[in-house]
């Protein structure tokens, strides 16, 4: 994954984000939806490939994850430039953490969030939870770009998390350490 893999970032807000949990249940109840969600963000005019810059032509392999470009041959994935990228975790519930994220306080804690996921082990939710956090940005609260919203940032997870994203009226939105039950 190169620096060129997020070219089409900007035109990500353009894709509408659910507005409520209903409506977030009806648009993501299938792994599929989510892989779609994530290709239809990334390339909202269509597939280009971002190695080789051709258009269009594009093959999905692995369960739709993965894109090979007809032309060069070159693979990307629909996670690549994002939080998700390389997770084993269905992006089912990484969509459905990234809502709790971002309609919750920040004192959300990883217990809560593994809880109410379903997630296996308090390690693996309280990672996802802190890079959650990390990428994004809450809505019409910390305003880093002039117009970044949320399926923006969750799509475009490593711009955001450079410039602070949450916690980042302290400016330290990227802490390891790993604090977040108690903010
Ligand atoms: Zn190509």
């Known amino acids: 994954m190169?620096?060129?893999?997020?070219?089409?970032?900007?035109?990500?807000?353009?894709?509408?984000?659910?507005?409520?949990l209903l409506e977030f249940?009806?648009?993501?109840?299938?792994?599929?939806?989510?892989?779609?969600?994530?290709?239809?963000?990334?390339?909202?005019?269509?597939?280009?490939c971002p190695r080789c810059g051709s258009r269009g032509e594009a093959y999905r392999i692995e369960a739709y994850r993965r894109i090979e470009c007809a032309e060069c041959k070159h693979q990307t994935s629909v996670t690549a430039g994002t939080v998700m990228h390389?997770?084993?975790?269905?992006?089912?519930?990484?969509?459905?953490?990234a809502y709790l994220v971002t309609t919750h306080t920040p004192g959300f804690s990883a217990l809560q969030f593994q809880r109410q996921l379903g997630i296996k082990t308090y390690e693996t939710a309280f990672q996802m939870l802190h890079k959650l956090r990390a990428a994004m940005v809450?809505?019409?609260?910390?305003?880093?770009?002039?117009?970044?919203?949320?399926?923006?940032?969750?799509?475009?997870?490593?711009?955001?998390?450079?410039?602070?994203?949450?916690?980042?009226?302290?400016?330290?939105?990227?802490?390891?350490?790993?604090?977040?039950?108690?903010r």
Not at 2 to 20: H, L, M, Q, V, Y
Not at 140 to 159: C, L, P, S, W
């Open 138 to 182: 809450r809505p019409g609260r910390d305003r880093i770009h002039g117009d970044v919203d949320v399926d923006e940032t969750f799509i475009g997870a490593k711009k955001a998390r450079k410039t602070g994203a949450w916690g980042s009226r302290q400016g330290n939105g990227c802490r390891s350490g790993g604090d977040f039950g108690s």
């Open 86 to 97: 390389g997770t084993r975790m269905p992006l089912r519930v990484w969509f459905n953490g």
């Open 25 to 48: 249940h009806r648009w993501f109840s299938e792994e599929r939806a989510c892989v779609d969600y994530l290709y239809q963000s990334r390339w909202p005019e269509g597939f280009v």
């Open 2 to 20: 190169g620096a060129d893999e997020g070219k089409s970032k900007k035109t990500a807000r353009r894709i509408p984000f659910p507005a409520t």
